[in-house]
């Protein structure tokens, strides 16, 4: 049996290992607002640099970390299997506020500026405040990178704080 990506939008399908659908199925898997040359896809996807999550492609920070931050786009969709940062489709910021606030999903940002204004809004949104910590690293290879946590304050009166588990990346 042969793997097959389907379009989403389209409900078409694409056979992998077709070279007539090999280029349009790079252009569906991968989300394009990370820029990438359908050659380095086709590379990535074979070395096991791209995985999918939640329905969707997510590429190796590692790999994109330039396109990010040479895009216009601010705000990816992040997440980490197995001790690796992965970078998905970009969205936009009430996603990204949603995503931390409302669910604990990490969130890649283009740069240092925005990560610490996304992780205070979200701090400073909890009933009883929150505070924000970092940046910080916590290993020195290049699959980490700074990030920021954000903690809600539980009550008024005491000082008990949770701590989101998800991070705010950047660059």
Known sequence: MQPKLIDEKTNEEYNIGDSDTV???FAIAIPIAL???EALIASLLLIGKVIELFGEKYVEAS?????????KYEYYKAAIKNGILY??????????FSRVYNFNLDVFCKNRDLARKLAQNVADSFPFGGFIRGPEKEGQS????????????????SNSSYKLPCHIFFP
């Not at 790999?63 to 895009?71: F, S």
């Not at 290049?142 to 009166?157: G, K, N, Q, T």
């Open 63 to 71: 790999e994109v970390i330039e396109n990010v931050k040479n895009n």
């Open 142 to 157: 290049s699959i980490y990178f700074y990030h920021y946590h954000v903690y809600e304050i539980l009550s008024p009166s």
């Open 23 to 25: 280029t349009a199925q």
């Open 87 to 96: 970078i998905g489709p970009a969205i936009d910021y009430p996603t990204a």
């Open 35 to 37: 820029g990438l040359a």
